[in-house]
């Protein structure tokens, strides 16, 4: 069946760096757009970054451009969020979720915690 | 990309109708249809309700609707019950910005 799963989250010093990634199944996965949503500790959701099916475009919200980089492997069905420079603001749970095209997030994966602290 | 405004918390009985808003600007909600409505319970993923305003996925309840005027769109739950309690968060898409925003997120309690 569907399945969306994170990993590589964990604990990381501040300024330093983390790649997550997320594994895709059970669907045609270069037919959709992929985001990365994350949210802090008892806090809303933020929406990150989105690549589109082919990979060719891609769109970052103003808190990570220039930090965090999404990429994806549809060999792998995969999708990778690189992510540089980080503070203490950038601490939650990270979400990879597929897109209906750019009518919403039909199915989320379970999230990984990163945790940015000295 | 300021976040959408949503009430903090609303409440009802069981049986009973809400409608949570979702207030945004004319840069989003007000100029596209992509709003969308999704329902987290602690601990939980985060699950779409409502895509396009108004669209239900399959599998979902026909008690949970979503609508839009200008610069708001409203999630209206039906026939309250119990397992509704859990928070809600919109979402718009803008084409001019290329962009997502999420809502403050609303608390729902079923008194």
């Known amino acids: 069946q569907l399945q969306l799963v994170e990993s590589g989250g964990g604990l990381v010093e501040p300024g330093g760096s983390l790649r997550l990634s997320c594994a895709a199944s059970?669907?045609?996965?270069?037919?959709?757009?992929m985001s990365w949503i994350r949210q802090a500790p008892g806090k809303g959701l933020e929406w990150i970054s989105y690549?589109?099916?082919?990979?060719?475009?891609?769109y970052y919200a103003d808190s990570v451009r220039g930090r965090f980089t999404i990429s994806r492997d549809n060999a792998k069905n995969s999708v990778d969020l690189q992510m540089n420079r980080l503070t203490a603001e950038d601490t939650g749970v990270y979400f990879c979720?597929?897109?209906?095209?750019?009518?919403?997030?039909?199915?989320w994966g379970q999230g990984t915690l990163v945790t940015v602290s000295s | 990309q300021s976040a959408l405004t949503q009430p903090a918390s609303v409440s009802g009985s069981p049986g009973q109708s809400i409608t949570i808003s979702c207030t945004g600007t004319?840069?989003?909600?007000?100029?596209?249809?992509?709003v969308s409505w999704y329902q987290q319970h602690p601990g939980k993923v985060p699950k779409l309700l409502i895509y396009?305003?108004?669209n239900r996925p399959s599998g979902v309840s026909s008690r949970f609707s979503g609508s839009k005027s200008g610069t708001t769109a409203s999630l209206t739950i039906y026939g309250l019950q119990a397992e509704d309690e859990a928070d809600y968060y919109c979402?718009?898409?803008?084409?001019?910005?290329?962009?997502?925003?999420f809502g403050t997120g609303t608390k729902v309690t079923v008194l």
């Open positions: 979402s718009s898409y803008s084409t001019s910005t290329t962009t997502y925003v």
């Open positions: 396009d305003v108004s």
């Open positions: 979720a597929r897109q209906i095209a750019v009518a919403g997030f039909d199915r």
């Open positions: 690549i589109t099916g082919s990979g060719r475009t891609i």
């Open positions: 059970g669907f045609t996965f270069n037919a959709h757009y």
């Open positions: 004319s840069g989003d909600i007000g100029d596209y249809n992509y």
